[in-house]
């Protein structure tokens, strides 16, 4: 049970979590009635977002990964863990989204590099 259960610290990592096969949802939280705030630990977050050169990445990065801790105070205990599930698989997304756009900038630079040379 975790009825006191305010807070969490967690990676930021796909399959965390996994599925309940009796209620075929994710039930790791269901309950957890004063479970408000998420913390990341781990590197991986950090490191990404302290890597994207475009400020308006990194800001928004940033309110992604903070938009759980506005959410789970607004919700029932019956929707934390699929709430939870859903933003890590957005956070992951975005990141991945924004490691790719990077990679595609850094390869039109070197090009542009190469030819100028």
């Known amino acids: ?10 990676p930021l990592k796909i399959d965390l979590f996994s599925l309940d096969d009796l209620f075929e949802k ?5 309950g957890c009635e004063l479970l408000v705030k998420v913390d990341l ?10 890597s994207l050169h475009m400020g308006s990445w990194s800001t928004e990065m940033q309110e992604e990964i903070n938009r759980i801790n506005q959410v789970l105070p607004t919700i029932s205990g019956e ?3 699929d709430e939870i599930r859903q933003w890590m698989d ?4 975005k990141m991945d989204h924004y490691k790719a756009k990077h990679l595609r900038y850094v390869e039109e630079a070197t090009t542009l590099l190469e030819l100028s040379l």
Do not use: M, N, P, W
Request: proline fraction near 0%; charge should be negative; charged fraction near 30%.
């Open 79 to 81: 929707l934390k863990s």
């Open 1 to 10: 049970d975790c009825e006191r259960l305010q807070r969490i610290a967690i």
């Open 26 to 30: 994710y039930t790791q939280f269901d």
């Open 90 to 93: 957005a956070v992951l997304d």
């Open 41 to 50: 630990v781990g590197e991986t977050h950090t490191k990404t977002v302290a």
